[in-house]
């Protein structure tokens, strides 16, 4: 979209307006013409304003006349002033419905008996599933501001789309009707977005929404950390198939990391290696799928804390209550990656033993896999995969498990000890908003402070 508005003459050859495209162009208007609905309509919650807008909104066209149907280019469309004011059914929001919704992500608010809300059933103008299989159902309720009788019709190519009911009735404005919607692949590409949209015909009212899912051919856990005493085991990978056609899989790695055995004993956060802190590097080749980071403590009791810092000289923070801990990051950025590892408490502050590993994945070793493959099962159904390792030396080892038809792998550690128990940590996940969890079982902590990194320490490599 471009919006024809005032801009600096420097830098647009002393133009004072002009024709410009991106949110930070958009949303200004956007905004204010948020506040001129409002001036009209002054107890509409902001979920109705936002729901007003986007379903009276029209077509985006390309340049050649034709429908840009990319809802994740073109939103709900372009607003329209002349149908933004009496758009007939909106999608509402209360302040405590955005408080389940958070809650639904999985980060405990702790306010007692508030509840959560499913991401996918948040009360939004828009329909979206990152990961369709089987038969998926969403929960939407409108609110009439124009009483009617209001059909459904959607339409997204390759998706059976089922609206119940179908008819919604309303004889007042302010009443409000709860329908459901059922997605099912039947031709759609498998791991790609199938587009289209929802709308209600009514009252002389098109109430419409935007739809992206994405059909998965697997479905499985993000990641998965398994331990074996000794260099042979198994795991389990619970699977979910979105397809009756065989899946294939492949597997990547196991890589083992490279290691460093340490004894420190408590002390304050210091970005160098002294009594109570050890630094290493690791470099990590461009296309690197995973770099993961970890420190495995000897003692449960005690308390080892880990900041790395990536080659633009951003941290990453792994500083819970935990014994051990450890961060992921998933296509990493090439380069040399500074870790500290830190002791902060033990038991009556005593030395305290751990391991350093940083792991990088690389191709099939041919030291684990992956059974059955192809995956045969009915899209819908459940089922279990074998991760098999044998032959591994003591350590920690990373892989990644991907399913063809699916753009979600399942990244996978295996830790071998030699028989004695390791603390093995929660896996983080840099950049991962679901990091911000908070595991009510384990007791919380002050974060240390971390000091400035100039990126030229001297590292104990």
């Given at each position: ?252 790695g196991l890589s083992k990391a490279d290691s460093s055995a ?45 900041v790395v810092f990536n080659p633009a000289g951003q941290a ?132 240390q402070e971390v000091p400035e990194f100039s990126g030229n ?5």
């Open positions: 979209m471009a919006v024809l508005a005032g801009v600096s003459p420097i830098g647009s050859g002393g133009d004072q307006f002009g024709m410009m495209s991106g949110t930070s162009m958009a949303a200004p208007h956007v905004a204010g013409f948020g506040a001129l609905i409002l001036a009209k309509n002054p107890t509409w919650s902001p979920a109705t304003v936002k729901s007003a807008m986007m379903t009276t909104a029209s077509d985006i066209k390309n340049a050649d006349g034709s429908r840009n149907g990319d809802v994740f280019a073109t939103g709900a469309g372009q607003v329209d002033i002349a149908r933004v004011l009496d758009p007939g059914l909106v999608y509402d929001n209360s302040e405590d419905d955005y408080l389940k919704f958070v809650q639904g992500t999985g980060l405990d608010l702790g306010i007692p008996d508030l509840g959560t809300t499913a991401p996918r059933d948040m009360n939004v103008a828009s329909f979206a599933l990152g990961a369709l299989t089987g038969k998926t159902e969403v929960t939407r309720t409108v609110t009439a501001l124009t009483p009617g009788v209001y059909r459904a019709k959607a339409s997204v190519p390759g998706v059976r789309v089922t609206v119940t009911p179908s008819v919604l009735s309303f004889n007042a404005a302010g009443e409000k009707r709860t329908f459901k919607v059922k997605f099912e692949n039947t031709s759609a590409a498998l791991g790609q977005f199938a587009m289209g949209n929802l709308v209600w015909h009514g009252a002389g009212k098109n109430v419409a929404s935007p739809v992206a899912v994405r059909p998965q051919s697997v479905v499985a856990p993000a990641n998965l950390a398994f331990t074996s005493e000794g260099g042979q085991g198994q795991g389990d990978i619970p699977v979910v198939s979105g397809t009756n056609a065989p899946v294939k899989i492949t597997l990547d340490i004894e420190l004993v408590p002390g304050p956060l210091a970005l160098d290696t002294d009594a109570s802190n050890f630094a290493k590097e690791v470099t990590v080749p461009a296309g690197s799928p995973l770099a993961k980071f970890s420190v495995f403590s000897s003692d449960e009791a005690a308390d080892f804390d880990m990453l923070l792994a500083q819970t209550a935990s014994a051990s801990e450890s961060i992921s990051v998933p296509n990493p950025a090439p380069g040399v990656y500074a870790i500290f590892v830190n002791l902060y408490a033990s038991p009556n502050g005593q030395p305290t033993k751990a391991s350093v590993d940083a792991a990088v994945l690389g191709a099939n070793v041919g030291n684990a896999t992956v059974t059955p493959n192809p995956l045969r099962l009915g899209n819908g159904k459940s089922g279990i995969l074998k991760l098999q390792w044998k032959g591994l030396a003591e350590g920690s080892y990373i892989g990644r498990v991907t399913f063809a038809g699916s753009s979600a792998p399942t990244f996978v550690s295996v830790v071998v000890t030699p028989g004695s128990a390791l603390v093995v940590p929660a896996d983080e996940t840099a950049d991962d908003p679901a990091n911000d969890k908070k595991d009510k079982a384990k007791k919380e902590k002050k974060k320490r001297n590292m104990d490599l």
